[in-house]
């Protein structure tokens, strides 16, 4: 199998699971939001440390705790993806699937946002435009709800800015996750016991179906980033960007015909106004894609080695 193929199967398993998650969350309950956060945190140190003990890579560790700034952006981003991954459990069972596929169809639009406000960036016409319909989206969304969407604008957010923390550390997935999630294991863990304490917890107590669907939610949590990953290394970008839609569009799906949420004429209007904007943003990443290759200069071949041609 080329490398290609494999990073193809990658992105469609990862964005596959992702897309049907909601369907897991909603076997979690009666578990509360923040009950099956602690849980999915404190497995997720569980089975990455095992995956990592067993691919013998532990001594990372060492080298990343020399490195204050590179732990206080683990921090960081522990935080970011504690804040979306509990708005994403809030949102599914309190039956707002829709509303948080909205979240990550938006979530490219504002990782451009992010880097005009933050890397300081500067964005082509096309790309402006999307902004711009993704706004009016917004408006729309917001007087159909009769509040802002803020579950999918947390959501979008504290996504995007995980991964712009993320793209600045540079750590592999699996550390990377083991540390997010280490970093947040202790206070998960102190919750966990509280509620056992306290007589709610629901941790052994509904079935044993249940009690292992919990503990497989760090397996469900860590496996989709690691073939993502896996995918990333393989595909070009714009091959990954227009797979990473293959999620909401399930999630979606999974809202509107599965879970029965409504969509009224405005929504469905305020959704099309997002698809229009990702269809401007994706069109205009794929072109430019594919002028910067074509502005390349051929590798030179010397001897029967491809040389890669000089500047």
Same mark, same amino acid.
């Given at each position: 199998m080329t490398s290609l193929r494999l990073g193809y199967l990658y992105g469609l398993g990862a964005y596959l699971l992702w897309g049907f998650f909601p369907l897991y969350l909603k076997l979690l309950r009666p578990a509360g939001p923040l009950e099956i956060l602690a849980h999915r945190v404190v497995w997720s140190v569980v089975f990455v440390a095992l995956l990592l003990g067993a691919l013998r890579n532990i001594g990372f560790l060492r080298a990343l705790l020399r490195r204050p700034w590179a732990m206080a952006g683990m921090v960081a981003a522990a935080a970011l993806i504690a804040v979306n991954w509990g708005t994403y459990i809030y949102g599914v069972n309190s039956g707002r699937v829709v509303e948080t596929a909205l979240g990550y169809f938006i979530n490219p639009l504002v990782v451009v946002l992010l880097g005009v406000l933050v890397l300081r960036e500067r964005l082509r016409p096309a790309q402006w435009v999307a902004l711009g319909i993704g706004a009016s989206a917004v408006v729309v969304l917001t007087v159909d709800y009769g509040r802002l969407p803020w579950l999918a604008l947390t959501l979008a957010f504290s996504f995007a800015g995980y991964g712009l923390v993320k793209k600045r550390l540079g750590l592999p997935p699996a550390e990377g996750l083991f540390v997010e999630s280490a970093v &947040? $294991?202790? =206070? $998960?863990?102190?919750?966990?016991?509280? &509620?056992a304490a306290a007589g709610d917890s629901t941790f052994g107590h509904v079935s044993a179906g249940h009690t292992a669907l919990l503990v497989l939610a760090g $397996?469900?949590?860590a496996i989709p980033l690691l073939m993502f990953a896996g995918a990333a290394n393989r595909l070009p970008l714009s091959s990954l960007g227009m797979v990473q839609y293959l999620a909401p569009i399930l999630q979606l799906g999974c809202g509107v015909l599965i879970f029965?949420? =409504?969509?009224? =004429?405005?929504? &469905?209007?305020?959704? $099309? &106004?997002?698809?229009?904007a990702l269809i401007v943003f994706t069109a205009d990443a794929v072109r430019t894609s594919r002028a910067t290759r074509s502005r390349q200069p051929e590798p030179t071949v010397d001897r029967g080695v491809v040389v890669p041609a000089q500047s």
């Open positions: &947040l $294991a202790l =206070p $998960a863990l102190a919750y966990l016991v509280w &509620l $397996a469900a949590t029965h949420e =409504p969509m009224p =004429p405005a929504r &469905l209007a305020g959704f $099309a &106004l997002v698809w229009l």
